[in-house]
């Protein structure tokens, strides 16, 4: 029976012609070819026509287009081998192409291996058989060409001597690479690829490299500006808290003066000129000592609760810090979460408060001072959600910052 496909020894696939085959073996290197009774696949698409020549091409063709139904017309297109069509078909055209007077292709007997060929004798093989088996299994070994003589022994030319054209002998006969040459350009393509990955890993390491140094910049300048605004917020805050400090001391030198004017009234003196009223050097040192020393703002009175604190624990600079960072936490999440109760309710017999405020002097009366109340029970520091002043949170987040950061704060 003549075969419907020819197989390749090497990787399996089937091919329908002689001329695939030929390109086949151009585009692997491929040389063992065999004839086979399996004929290739026909699968056709039902729904865009696309031929498929195996499940796996089906199987893409329907992830691609969604298309499930394929018509089998394998047996259709299923037809015999003939494998002396290319060299009759190639010895046609180039009679219709040259000259009419030139002679046909010369036709020759492959050459096979002899010791192969000797022991197929040997075992009973006509030398016509064991030629085309030896030929056509690609002279790879017995087992080859006893298993093709197997596969074909139903064919009418099986005891015919194999044809070849001359110029293909020759062609088969031109030495292909050797080993060593196999090996150094798989060892060449391994190295160009090697190069190109290292390549393409540098390139990527760069550009994360300026994409780390531009981040790094403009974190760098957003905090330069988040600094340069608290910078002129704190010393507006400071010249707001001297200002109004001026003016209470203004107050009370009026509120002095007109007790004293009151006074004299009073024992029936003749009021005083305001010339002559005019303190000298001395005496205006001497007022100045009569002045009330209790601070006239709340800021004021929150530094001073703070320095009280450090001078206290003077010698204990890391639970003074420890302090100031607890209080500024507390202050800043009632300022970031002013509706929530939980950070607006402090356990006073709580042992880590104890441990880093309460138990410090100074440290719950700051926390009033932020308007936190003790409820009657005494066990919690309240601040009701109504109480909640921003300007004076913001004015304690201030002091604290300040006081953390001063390293002489509290000293002098």
């Given at each position: 029976m003549a075969g419907l496909s020819l197989r390749c020894g090497d990787c399996g696939a089937l091919l329908k012609s002689v001329e695939e085959a030929q390109e086949h073996a151009e585009l692997t290197k491929h040389s063992n070819f065999?004839?086979?009774?399996?004929?290739?696949?026909?699968?056709?698409?039902?729904?865009?026509g696309k031929p498929c020549r195996s499940r796996t091409e089906t199987d893409l063709h329907t992830k691609r287009t969604g298309h499930a139904d394929f018509d089998d017309r394998t047996l259709e297109a299923a037809k015999p081998i003939e494998l002396e069509a290319a060299p009759k078909a190639a010895a046609a055209s180039g009679e219709s192409a040259g000259d009419e007077s030139s002679q046909p292709e010369e036709m020759v007997v492959p050459e096979v291996d002899s010791d192969l060929l000797g022991q197929l004798e040997s075992m009973g093989f006509p030398t016509a058989r064991a030629t085309r088996a030896l030929h056509y299994s690609g002279n790879s070994s017995i087992e080859a060409a006893i298993n093709w003589v197997a596969e074909h022994e139903d064919d009418p030319d099986i005891d015919q001597m194999p044809l070849i054209p001359k110029d293909k002998m020759t062609e088969a006969n031109k030495p292909s690479m050797t080993p060593e040459e196999i090996k150094m350009k798989a060892e060449e393509l391994r190295e160009r690829a090697r190069k190109k990955k290292e390549e393409e890993e540098r390139k990527t390491e760069r550009e994360r490299e300026k994409e780390r140094i531009r981040i790094g910049?403009?974190?760098?300048?957003?905090?330069?500006?988040?600094?340069?605004?608290?910078?002129?917020?704190?010393?507006?805050?400071?010249?707001?808290?001297?200002?109004?400090?001026?003016?209470?001391?203004?107050?009370i030198r009026q509120k002095?003066?007109?007790?004293?004017?009151?006074?004299?009234?009073?024992?029936?003196?003749?009021?005083?000129?305001p010339v002559s009223s005019k303190p000298s050097a001395a005496p205006e040192e001497q007022k100045k000592s009569f002045l009330p020393v209790k601070p006239a703002t709340k800021a004021e009175r929150m530094r001073d609760c703070l320095r009280s604190l450090k001078q206290h624990h003077k010698d204990e600079d890391a639970k003074v810090k420890r302090a100031f960072q607890t209080l500024l936490t507390y202050v800043g999440n009632v300022a970031k979460n002013p509706n929530e109760e939980k950070f607006r309710k402090i356990r006073l017999n709580n042992p880590t408060f104890q441990d880093r405020v309460g138990g410090l002097l100074g440290g719950v009366e700051f926390l009033e001072l932020c308007g936190f109340e003790k409820l009657e029970d005494g066990e919690f520091l309240f601040l009701p959600r109504d109480k909640v002043d921003m300007a004076v949170l913001n004015s304690a987040g201030s002091e604290l910052n300040s006081a953390i950061a001063n390293p002489f704060f509290g000293v002098l």
């Open positions: 065999s004839e086979s009774t399996e004929a290739v696949l026909n699968l056709v698409c039902a729904t865009c910049k403009e974190l760098l300048e957003a905090k330069r500006i988040e600094e340069e605004n608290e910078r002129k917020r704190i010393l507006a805050l400071r010249k707001a808290e001297k200002e109004e400090e001026q003016r209470a001391r203004e107050k002095l003066e007109e007790d004293k004017a009151e006074r004299r009234r009073k024992l029936g003196l003749p009021p005083e000129d």
